[in-house]
């Protein structure tokens, strides 16, 4: 990693549904989170979105707001989404332009039969997200509960890998890969607490990171060190990516509940807040560091945002 003498002190690789975006509102609602993230762009901090989310809901749900509230002029700030298959870059002046990997996209025979099946069986309880471009999401509805939604997301993720074996194409699901005829494995059926992504192997928080490098070394010098900041166990493929490369990272985990593995980096965990009241608590403290008013951002749990 090459560093000149005005890196940035840190990068932040933020995940959006539940540091950033409530899992509830399913949008920027917790107090305060939306200023510390303005200040600390605002200081120098470069800030990567890496989401499994459509570039429509960043647009819509997180930039948008960013945007609206003043997004300060010299800011470095990008958008890796659908887990690096689609990306976007954002200044003052708005949004830029859409780049799309179609060599990671489920093929489109594929894509209608599960977004039928989705529709014509599982709408009750689900929604197929329709700003996907390379991914397959089926959400739950905001009308739904969570107990209910997760009871019914097996039986739908059963009848996906129906759908798979029928085509002939392979794929994993919890663990355990169903090969094509040839024996290759190149899809994923991945569950989340709110979605099912039906994607590409190849994706992943991983490669989001790699493909956040590769946007912020076009636009500037590469931070001192890094932030990871996730709500699940696959959000910490990002900090693995960064301590493989040789980077300095810690990974925030805002849902720890989860589990917590063992890892070659420090791990930050809140200890009385979850979700976006966890990121937006982290948030604040990383921004008294930037400040000079606090030494280090481990004990974030004791700075909760009013």
């Known amino acids: 990693m090459q560093l000149t003498p005005d890196a940035p002190p840190f990068g932040l690789l933020l995940d959006v549904d539940g540091p950033i975006a409530s899992p509830v509102t399913r949008s920027i609602s917790a107090p305060g989170l939306l200023d510390s993230l303005l200040e600390l762009l605002a200081a120098g901090i470069p800030v990567v979105f890496n989401t499994g989310r459509s570039d429509a ?8 707001p960013v945007l609206a509230a003043g997004l300060p002029a010299a800011a470095r700030l990008h958008a890796v989404c659908e887990k690096g298959a689609v990306t976007f870059s954002v200044t003052a002046a708005g949004v830029g332009p859409i780049a799309v990997d179609e060599t990671v996209a489920v093929p489109p025979v594929a894509a209608r039969r599960l977004e039928a099946l989705a529709r014509e069986h599982y709408g009750d309880v689900l929604f197929v ?14 009308d739904v509960d969570s107990a209910t939604y997760l ?10 890998l129906a759908v798979f074996a029928d085509l002939g194409l392979g794929v994993t699901w919890k663990g355990v890969d169903h090969p094509d005829p040839a024996g290759a ?11 099912t992504d039906v994607e590409s192997v190849l994706l992943g928080k991983d490669r989001g990171a790699e493909t956040a490098l590769r946007l912020l070394a076009a636009d500037g010098p590469l931070p001192t060190a890094w932030r990871t900041v996730g709500d699940s166990r696959t959000d910490y493929a990002m900090a693995e990516w960064l301590h493989a490369q040789g980077h300095v990272v810690a990974h925030v985990d805002v849902r720890p509940a989860d589990g917590v593995p063992v890892t070659a980096y420090p791990v930050l965990e809140p200890r009385h807040t979850v979700n976006d009241l966890a990121g937006a608590a982290w948030l604040a403290r990383l921004l008294a560091v930037v400040r000079g008013e606090a030494a280090d951002d481990a004990d974030f749990d004791a700075h909760l945002v009013a």
């Open 151 to 160: 009871a019914r997301q097996p039986e739908f993720e059963a009848a996906a």
């Open 57 to 64: 809901f960043l647009r819509e749900q997180v930039v948008g």
């Open 185 to 195: 494995v190149d899809w994923r059926i991945d569950p989340t607490i709110i979605s």
């Open 129 to 142: 997200d329709a700003g996907k471009r390379a991914m397959v999401s089926l959400e739950q509805r905001l």
